[in-house]
């Protein structure tokens, strides 16, 4: 079982920044990809970057491409989220996921980012 722990969420204004933490319980090396997802008022859950654990290839949705940075710190089995230029309609929960050797997932217990206009 992997425990995954976010911080770093909060209220900000439009224009701000906050970065968001997962400290994951496993090497992060024996994962495939690590990344983050939120859920806006719609209660859809939708991807906003990933990166491999090897490679770090990264992935980002084209709303938060240019503003967002995904990067893992292999040495301290954690994942950033860096939010530059937030606005409005990033406010969502954001939740931290892996996806294990055998594509299995976990979702972490997610984190609420406002962004006020």
């Known amino acids: 079982q992997v425990q995954l722990v976010e911080s770093g969420g909060g209220s900000v204004q439009s224009g701000g920044s906050l970065t968001l933490s997962c400290a994951v319980s496993?090497?992060?090396?024996?994962?495939?990809?690590v990344g983050w997802y939120r859920q806006g008022p719609d209660k859809l859950r939708t991807l906003v970057a990933t990166?491999?654990?090897?490679?770090?290839?990264?992935n980002y949705a084209d709303s938060v491409k240019g503003r967002f940075t995904i990067s893992a710190n292999n040495a301290k089995n954690t994942v950033y989220l860096q939010m530059n230029l937030l606005k409005p309609e990033d406010t969502a929960v954001y939740y931290c996921?892996?996806?294990?050797?055998?594509?299995?997932?976990?979702w972490g217990q997610g984190t609420q980012i406002t962004v006020s206009s």
């Open positions: 990166i491999t654990t090897t490679g770090g290839s990264t």
């Open positions: 996921n892996v996806e294990g050797r055998w594509s299995e997932h976990y």
């Open positions: 496993v090497d992060l090396l024996k994962l495939n990809v």
